[in-house]
């Protein structure tokens, strides 16, 4: 297995596709249980046993992306509802 590709390239990846899906799905479970799904066929049908290692690291990092993308989102919402709410406010 190529190490750039285990320790950058699949990382980065599960990073931004995690968060695509949090953005689109809105359940950081459901994003999890969906990367751990397509990472064990990959584990089986592409890589080895051993990569099964990297599967649950990779579904870690996916539920720590997607939890973060969920705050994120849900601050800047609320940020927008507060400017809304002073707009009305004032006029």
């Known amino acids: ?4 590709l285990l320790l950058f390239a699949l990382p980065i990846a ?3 596709i995690a968060s695509v899906l949090e953005y689109i799905i ?8 969906l990367i751990f799904a397509i990472y064990l066929i990959v584990t089986f049908a ?3 046993a051993s990569f099964l290692v990297y599967a ?6 996916a539920l720590i992306s997607a939890i973060l ?11 927008e509802e507060d400017d809304n709410i002073i707009e009305r406010l004032w006029l």
């Open 1 to 4: 297995m190529n190490t750039l």
């Open 14 to 16: 599960t990073i931004i």
């Open 26 to 33: 809105k359940s950081p479970i459901a994003v999890t249980a």
């Open 46 to 48: 592409v890589f080895d």
């Open 56 to 61: 649950i690291i990779y579904t870690i990092l």
């Open 69 to 79: 993308t969920r705050v994120i989102l849900n601050l800047i919402n609320d940020s």
